[in-house]
């Protein structure tokens, strides 16, 4: 992360989406062998078998699931990355193929066949899907960028309706407008400038989401957005910006069925998980329904030990569920990607120290797609949590 104005967090080009980097770093993945730290220690906490994490939630009425890239599908474990999705996850998130800069790399393209090929995918599984996401001010092509004002508002609306008329029946729930706030841009409501942005200002979020109603009059529509979680200057003015955004979504009636926080824990970070927990239960108060939408851990500043770093992302886990899943709003618990080593975490620093021993180990599962303590972690914060 770089530090950006007064104390704020920007994110760096590389967590902004990792995933225009994937070119690079699968050539460089294929060039490097897994570190054998990876694959010697803290694994398989708890036999396989028994229920699996999408099942236990179930069971509360909560739905889990990870979020999912069909380019995984075509690497060497593409079917194991395959059956555990199928047996762990009640659900999946589109990780790129519904994004603008995937959908339409060029003015004159609009290519449907990623998110296609994932529609398939949850289809034969029997998983739900959840459309991430519709209108962003970041990772846009470079074409969007240049647009005029009168251009970017035809197109937001444009192509709104024509994903949205596309997988209607197949996708029940969109984050609608991702990360609207940025303080960092120094604008009214600490809000995230971009092409659309400067086309209808804060306009472009509740017009987004009257658009989307209106094509899908069924679906769950979400405002997702990040660093609302740590405990520190950033992570107050993201809670007290997203909280009064929310609160003039409701005044005038947008249509926003429920709020996505994207909580990407970082070990080098401060934390009080119940102060989290109560400005989830003041969104809730609102009216909205609660997703954790993009949830892992950076164990960065851990011990380079592998067991004792597991442990330890382990223990990060537990206490953030035991916290958070008491709020009986929060219904739906997507982790970011579901294996270390298909984590945008592992493929940026691969990228970075492409001959580093040491990588990320922030999920609950290793590069085997064998179980790790934070899938025990998980499964006892699901198996205590209330039912909803």
């Known amino acids: 992360m770089r530090r950006s104005g007064a104390g704020m967090t920007r994110p760096a080009p590389c967590e902004i989406d990792r995933r225009r980097l994937l070119a690079g770093a699968a050539s460089l993945l294929a060039a490097v062998a897994l570190p054998a730290e990876r694959t010697a220690a803290g694994v398989a906490a708890v036999p396989a078998g028994g229920l699996s994490l999408g099942e ?19 690497k060497p ?12 996850a009640r659900m999946v998130t ?4 519904l994004k603008l800069y995937t959908m339409r790399p060029k003015a004159t393209a609009l290519d449907f066949g990623p998110a296609d090929r994932l529609v398939l995918f949850a289809r034969e599984h029997g998983l739900a899907l959840h459309g991430h996401n519709l209108i962003w001010n970041d990772a846009l092509p470079d074409w969007i960028r ?14 709104i309706t024509t994903v949205l008329e596309r997988y209607r029946a197949d996708i029940p729930t969109w984050d609608v407008v991702n990360e609207p706030i940025a303080p960092w841009d120094r604008l009214p409501g600490n ?14 979020i509740a017009e987004s989401f009257r658009v989307a109603r209106r094509v899908a009059p069924q679906a769950r529509l979400f405002l997702n957005e990040a660093q609302t979680e740590s405990d520190d200057e950033n992570g107050a003015v993201f809670r007290a910006s997203l909280l009064a955004l929310a609160k003039r979504l409701k005044a005038e009636g947008a249509p926003v069925d429920g709020i996505g926080l994207e909580c990407h824990l970082d070990s080098r970070r401060p934390y009080d998980f119940p102060r989290f927990a109560a400005f989830v239960e003041e969104l809730a108060a609102e009216g909205f329904e609660i997703a954790i939408s993009e949830l892992d851990v ?13 442990r330890k992302v382990a223990d990060v886990y537990r206490r953030f569920l035991a916290a958070v899943l008491p709020v009986k709003a929060v219904r739906r618990l997507t982790l970011w990607q579901i294996a270390d080593h298909t984590s945008w975490m592992y493929y940026d620093d691969v990228r970075l ?15 085997r797609f064998r179980r790790k303590a934070a899938w025990s972690a998980i499964a006892e914060a699901l198996d205590a949590m209330p039912p909803r």
Do not use: C, I, Q, W
């Not at 474990?77 to 762990?88: I, K, N, P, Q, V």
């Not at 589109?94 to 193929?97: C, G, K, R, T, Y």
């Not at 950076?298 to 597991?310: G, H, L």
């Open 146 to 159: 240049r647009l005029g004002p009168d251009e970017a508002a035809f197109l937001m609306d444009t192509h």
């Open 353 to 367: 120290h492409p001959k580093a021993l040491r990588r990320p180990r922030p999920l609950p599962f290793d590069e």
């Open 191 to 204: 809000l995230r400038g971009g092409v659309f942005y400067a086309a209808l200002g804060e306009g472009y």
């Open 298 to 310: 950076n164990d960065v500043a851990f011990p380079a030990d592998p067991a004792e770093r597991d």
């Open 56 to 74: 236990l939630a179930a069971a509360k009425g909560l739905l889990f699931g990870a979020s999912f890239a069909t380019h995984e599908l075509d």
């Open 94 to 97: 589109s990780e790129l193929e």
């Open 77 to 88: 474990y593409g079917a194991s990355y395959a059956a555990t999705y199928a047996r762990e």
